[in-house]
C-alpha cells in the first residue's frame, strides 16, 4: 500500500484548508484511513480516522473544526479543516491500517502546512 498526500502549505489564522492522499496498490476491504500530525519537537498525534463504513474518531482538538471522509471507490481520504489555528502547524501523514490478516499499517510522506497568526 503506497499513499500520497496533498495539499499543505501556508494558510492565515481562521482559515480552511483542505489535504487529500490518495491511497494505491492493494487496499482490501475494512481499511482504516486517517491522519496523524507531528509538530516540531512533538510526538505524532491522531488528528483523525474513517473506517470502510464511514465510523469516524476525531481528537478533540479537531473536534467541530475538521471533517474527514473518504472515497473507498477511488481509495482516497480528506480532511477539510476550518477555524485553523497557529498550533495545527505540523506535519500532516496520512495512514491505511488493516487490522485483520493480511495486515498493514502504511503511512503518507507527509505534507507540511503552516498556520500564520
Known amino acids: 500500500v503506497q499513499l500520497q498526500a496533498f495539499g499543505g502549505g501556508l494558510v492565515q489564522a481562521g482559515g480552511s484548508l483542505t489535504l487529500s492522499c490518495a491511497a494505491s496498490?492493494?487496499?482490501?476491504?475494512?481499511?482504516?484511513l486517517g491522519w496523524y500530525r507531528q509538530a516540531p519537537g512533538k510526538q505524532r498525534e491522531l488528528v483523525a480516522t474513517?473506517?470502510?463504513?464511514?465510523?469516524?474518531n476525531y481528537a478533540d482538538s479537531a473536534k467541530g473544526r475538521f471533517t474527514i471522509s473518504r472515497d473507498n471507490a477511488k481509495h482516497t481520504v480528506t480532511l477539510q479543516m476550518s477555524s485553523l489555528k497557529p498550533d495545527d502547524t505540523a506535519v500532516y501523514f496520512c495512514?491505511?491500517?488493516?487490522?485483520?490478516?493480511?495486515?498493514?499499517?502504511?503511512w503518507g510522506q507527509g505534507t507540511q502546512f503552516t498556520v500564520s497568526s
Open positions: 495512514n491505511a491500517f488493516r487490522p485483520y490478516t493480511p495486515t498493514y499499517n502504511a
Open positions: 496498490g492493494s487496499i482490501l476491504s475494512s481499511t482504516r
Open positions: 474513517i473506517t470502510s463504513g464511514g465510523n469516524t
